[in-house]
């Protein structure tokens, strides 16, 4: 007999056709990158009986309605995996890449921290919003060309971009701007649920998932470690798959890009780069549930409602700044920009949150080694239905510099 042993497992998600029922296609399904995880379980409510029998014995209670819940835990890297379960999660879809030719603008003219163009408009025509990651290519200034820039401000004819980011370069018509890919919340949510597949490789034996929604993502960043996500699901129902049937889904793709670390990343408050944060949490909560119905051991569907963002800043304290937002009540922007480390084009994953502000702030008094630390719990929420000029209606913005697969 074999035993299984705790790593030698893989887990595959693909989107279902049906929600609950399992996929008829076996390809096309996309491996996750896990590190040690809960991963996924199939739970039944117990029915006791409460009779009061002669014998003073209780009797055998019964096993009903069925719940899937759980969670992976992943070290964070561009495309794959990370795409599909951030689009399930936002409800909406993938923005595809947008090149903008420096002919198309006349010319384009480049400064320190700007792009200005001659003609066209950058919001109106291009579709340029605040927040967004862009790359130049083809510039006659090499060190603009490939790099991974953060639009903090954005008018009809200038974008733009953290001081100190660009070389100056005349106006000129050779060149091209690419907006990276990008997702936002849905006027009109889009619901996906997915067939999840644990394989136990030892045993060659896998139990599916059916009806999955993702429901949570937890992002964690700290120095001198890898930035860290959790995926919890809710689901309807499990099959437990025999050896020979087992694993279900067939070769299953699965990204090689590096895992991403904290110390790779640039965190900006209001378009202006931070570096004295030292930890980032930022958490995204779907309101979910099954629910039971008679003659059915399985809810019919997983019921997603409002989603919720919330978060926490720690950082070294300067002086009083922080606590001046928490008194006045001040909103401010929020965007972390997370790199692979190789030479450009580097791959990339970028958060924008358009309106944050601090619900809490506590720095212990005095004691302790090293700095004084301030931990801001952050109130994050969204932007109007009709958003301020440059801006989208939505209550966060990721890119990704991966192309759809």
């Known amino acids: 007999m074999s035993y299984q042993t705790a790593g030698n497992v893989l887990v595959a998600i693909r989107a279902e056709t049906t929600t609950g029922v399992a996929c008829t296609t076996v390809t096309g ?15 039944r409510a117990v029915v006791q009986s409460e009779e009061n029998r002669a014998d003073g014995l209780r009797t055998m209670g019964r096993l009903g309605y069925k719940t899937i819940d759980g969670s992976y ?31 198309s603008m006349t010319t384009v003219a480049v400064a320190t921290n700007e792009i200005v163009a001659a003609a066209s408009d950058w919001i109106a025509t291009e579709g340029v919003r605040v927040g967004d990651v862009f790359r130049l290519t083809g510039t006659d200034v090499v060190t603009n060309n490939d790099i991974n820039l953060r639009v903090t401000a954005v008018s009809s004819a200038t974008i733009n971009v953290p001081a100190g980011s660009l070389t ?31 394989y136990d490789k030892d045993t060659d034996l896998s139990e599916l998932f059916l009806g999955c929604r993702v429901v949570g993502f937890n992002l964690s960043c700290k120095p001198g470690q890898m930035a860290t996500v959790q995926y ?4 309807m129902d499990r099959t437990a798959l025999a050896t020979g049937t087992s694993p279900y889904f067939t070769s299953p793709s699965l990204t090689t890009g590096l895992g991403m670390i904290a110390d790779d990343s640039a965190i900006y408050v209001d378009g202006v780069a931070v570096t004295d944060f030292n930890g980032f949490d930022l958490t995204f ?76 702030l506590d720095a212990p008094f005095g004691g302790g080694d090293g700095a004084k630390v301030e931990t801001r719990e952050l109130m994050i929420g969204p932007q109007p239905a009709v958003a301020a000029t440059g801006h989208d209606a939505t209550i966060a913005a990721f890119h990704t510099s991966e192309l759809a697969s």
Do not use: H
Not at 29 to 43: E, H, V
Not at 76 to 100: H, P
Not at 304 to 322: A, K, M
């Open 29 to 43: 399904a996309t491996q996750l990158r896990i590190t040690d995880s809960p991963g996924l379980k199939l739970n």
């Open 73 to 103: 835990n992943a070290e964070l890297s561009a495309g794959g995996a990370t795409d599909i379960l951030i689009e399930a999660l936002m409800r909406s879809t993938w923005a595809t890449n947008v090149a903008i030719s420096f002919l």
């Open 168 to 198: 100056t370069l005349a106006a000129a018509a050779t060149g091209t701007l690419t907006i990276l890919r990008k997702l936002i919340s849905a006027a009109t949510p889009t619901r996906r649920s997915f067939n999840v597949e644990q």
């Open 232 to 235: 919890t699901l809710l689901g």
């Open 285 to 360: 909560t779907l309101a979910a549930a099954g629910e039971p119905v008679i003659g059915s051991l399985t809810t019919p569907d997983i019921f997603d409602n409002d989603l919720t963002v919330s978060g926490t800043i720690s950082g070294l304290r300067e002086d009083f700044t922080y606590i001046g937002y928490y008194d006045a009540e001040q909103e401010f922007e929020l965007s972390i920009l997370l790199e692979e480390e190789e030479t450009a084009p580097k791959a990339c994953l970028g958060i924008y949150l358009p309106r944050v502000k601090i619900q809490a």
